[in-house]
């Protein structure tokens, strides 16, 4: 095992001021006017967001803000009811799910959606394309597709090892904890060798013992040229890996920029006090324990306390990353794990 090495963010991602819907110097996906409501509620409202290419964007906002939806909408899963946007120059608006994943975009879900009643195995092979074996005249001439069904196996054990999870190959999806399953979306997204990996909650349930390998292989894909967008609450974690950060309230894009600034601007302390949380936002960002937060306190007095908590954490973690540079990037685990 080698120690985790502190990698590098990207930057110059933007032109010019970094601001909602900014430019971006080598975008991967260009959004324009999508929206998409349900009944009265306008679940998503972007006038225009860039999503640059090669680099780790973390999508943030308080729940309800309209990530998901965002997320389905980007991947052919659901339909906007107005909006165009392009993926590596294809205009992609209704492009089927199928097609989208088939043109190198892949995601994974807040809730995993890994079949149960499948092995582990099985499941890393539904997320390959291009089987030869899903043809029906070529399904039956076994010698056709037996060759890259084996490769399809190597393949998915490569990922599977990759992901601590080739012991488990023949058992069950069902009997993996709820973390290794989001592990195994992941791995099974990769089956289709992707550009962009839209994730959507990745460490929404997952073990703590297991954040920072999910960290490190969030770097990874980045590291073998792939362009990432993540949905995240764990401020911590976004400091830790986003290179660049767009922030949602209420369907719209209310803040772009670099994880340290964005902290700091606030429009997305209103995004996050105007949600009216039930949740203290320490407790949205995993630094106060829920049994911490006052519930004698105001939900007003509360939220506006935790609004310049993260301020203080953002300039305390800024200020401490200047005075001791070489800090591990494992060192937070313990500090969230609580
Ligand atoms: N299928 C749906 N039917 C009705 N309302 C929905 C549906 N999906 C999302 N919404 C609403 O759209 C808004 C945005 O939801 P969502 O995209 O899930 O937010 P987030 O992922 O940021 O928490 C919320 O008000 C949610 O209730
Ligand atoms: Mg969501």
Not at 161 to 174: E, S
Not at 210 to 222: A, F, G, P, V
Not at 249 to 278: S, W
């Amino acid at each position: 095992m080698t120690a985790p090495v502190a990698r590098a963010k990207t930057t110059g991602l933007h032109v010019g001021e970094a601001a909602p819907g900014c430019a971006k110097v080598d975008p991967i996906i260009i959004a324009d006017n999508v929206r998409r409501s349900f009944g009265g509620v306008h679940a998503v409202d972007v006038d225009h967001l860039e999503i640059p290419r090669g680099a780790i964007t973390a999508l943030i906002g308080p729940n309800g803000a309209g990530k998901t939806t965002l997320f389905n909408l980007l991947t052919g899963f659901d339909q906007p009811n107005e909006g165009k946007w392009s993926y590596d120059g294809h205009d992609l608006s209704g492009v089927s799910a199928y097609k989208v994943a088939r043109m190198g975009l892949v995601r994974t879900f807040q809730l995993t959606k890994a079949l149960g009643l499948l092995t582990v195995m099985e499941n890393m092979k539904l997320g390959a394309k291009n089987q030869k074996g899903e043809k029906f005249w070529a399904s039956l001439i076994p010698a056709l597709w037996r060759k890259q069904d084996d490769d399809l196996e190597d393949q998915a054990m490569e990922l599977l090892q990759r992901f601590k999870l080739d012991a488990k190959a023949d058992d069950f999806a069902a009997s993996l904890s709820g973390g290794q399953r989001k592990l195994l979306e992941m791995a099974r997204a990769l089956m289709t060798v992707p550009t962009l990996v839209m994730l959507d909650e990745p460490m929404a349930g997952v073990n703590p013992a297991l954040t920072q390998s999910l960290l490190d292989h969030i770097l990874n894909l980045k590291d073998d040229g792939m362009t990432v967008l993540f949905v995240e609450h764990d401020m911590h974690m976004v400091r830790h890996i986003a290179d660049w950060v767009v922030v949602m309230a209420e369907g719209r894009v209310v803040a772009e920029g670099d994880p340290h600034e964005v902290m700091k601007n606030p429009a997305v302390i209103d995004a996050y006090l105007g949600a009216h949380q039930e949740l203290d936002l320490g407790v949205v960002t995993g630094r106060i324990d829920i049994q911490d937060a006052d519930p004698s306190a105001s939900p007003e007095a509360s939220a506006s306390a935790s609004a310049d908590a993260l301020v203080a954490d953002g300039i305390a973690e800024e200020e401490g990353a200047a005075a001791k540079p070489a800090e591990p990037s494992s060192s937070h685990n313990q500090e969230d794990s609580k």
